[in-house]
């Protein structure tokens, strides 16, 4: 149960960071909405984010958690973590000054398409300035990494809130006077504050800087690089959007962004908290078999149902978010069409990650590169199927993004089944999907007839009585932490 609890922490606190995010999007809708600038603005900002996927909650807290809950366990951390985060910042430093001279070249080659476009130029100056993010960010993920090994989830997680709050705000007050400068300022002053937030809660932890190559961190760098290499791959995910969209017409882009951050709502709340928790819990020795097989429940008993969600309420959720300011209707039933396509997608994504923090536990950081390498080549390929061959344009490219994920979740399956308890996982999920199809009809019903703040409380409330009609074994998990929560308010 302690996975259980540590997931829904960390869940809730993305949960208000993505809630932020969407105002954050939503500011950046109604000032900008569809055009040259969000086009140039999302290739910009891509490049900072995929490598704080690399450095943050990919291959480096993967690689990183397992010999740090060994260092804490033998209580020898100080050394081990004064040499980590020096060689950390020295690489973050490095990273950052490469980005920032050679952004017209890397823009280049992740959005080609741009070069024979008006505003490749101003995609080039917003990434110089926007690649200085990653030296905040990164600071961020590593003390992130240290506070999961710690048992501490929220903090981190709402940190990226902070983020968020920070980034609206200068939207909010400079974008109608400065323009397209007030994104790059977003970015820095969110980045920053993003950054500060973690110190108070550092505390207590033997933090240094040190350039001496402690005996764990040559560990560290020897398990890193597969693992960069695993989660580089899967970045190419994004790349290959990012590559194919450059070459569609204006907004396939921003049309593509949009939508990927409402998808990101339930696949980062549900898959991420889940996936840190049971990376955490197997680095520690706790039960393998009984504890992949809660996160799969888990997972699968809130993910189903948000693909459902997604599906019958796009249209809707698009135009409450977007729909206002420059964002067209137009735009809102394109986004709403990708947004459908990606969806398709989110089962596989969530179960995807949990099984890979299996591989990470133990050290085998080749697994997962070899299971999102497979990924890339059928997204690569159904993508051009999709976008170019059937002319579906970005809605194909969203759908590529989905078939890649059956591809690397079922080769990590392959890898894992037998450390699956079959029979309790299987009868979850039929009453699970059953109670999720039902709710699905209710929210049709429901669509054109309320308001979407009314239909999607009451579709959950819908869907969450089935499991109990069904006697759902997992809402017991639910209804326990939930009573220790109202004892601990009650009595602090």
Known sequence: MKLIKHSLSFSFATLLSRVLGYIRDALIAYHFGVSQITDAFFVAFRLPNTFRRLFGEGGFNAAFVPIYAKQVKEGKEREFLSSALGYYLLINLSVVLLGVLFAEYLISIIAPGLRAKPYFDLAVFMGRWVFIYLLFVGLSAFFMALLNTRGVFFVPAFAQAIFNIGFSLVIALFAQSFGYYALIGGV??????????????????????????????RLLFKRLIPALMGFGVAQLSFFIDTFLASFLALGAISYLYYANR????????????????????LSLGEDRGKNITLAMRFLFLLSFPAVVGLFVFSEPIVRLLYGRGNFSGTDVLMVSYVLKAYSLGLVFFSLQKALSSVFFAKGDTLTPMKASLLAILSEGTSA?????????????????????????????????YQLIDWHTLMESSVKVALASLLM?????????????????????????????????????????????????????
């Open 188 to 217: 820095l002053v969110g980045g920053f504050l993003q950054f500060a937030f973690h110190l108070p809660f550092l505390r207590g932890i033997p933090l240094g800087f040190s350039l001496r190559l402690h005996p764990d961190v």
């Open 262 to 281: 409402i998808f990101q709502l339930p696949l980062g709340a549900i898959s991420a908290g889940v996936a840190n928790s049971l990376l955490s819990a």
């Open 384 to 416: 051009i199927i999709y976008a170019f061959v059937l002319k579906l344009g970005a809605v194909g490219l969203a759908l590529g993004t989905a078939t890649s994920s059956i591809f690397s979740f079922g080769y990590l399956l392959r890898k894992t």
């Open 440 to 492: 699905g009809l209710f929210g049709l019903f429901l669509k054109d007839k309320i308001h979407l703040l009314l239909a999607v409380p009451m579709c959950i409330i819908l869907y969450f009585s089935l499991l109990v009609l069904f006697r759902e074994g997992l809402l017991v998990a639910f209804l326990s932490l939930g009573k220790g929560l109202v004892k601990k308010l009650l009595n602090p």
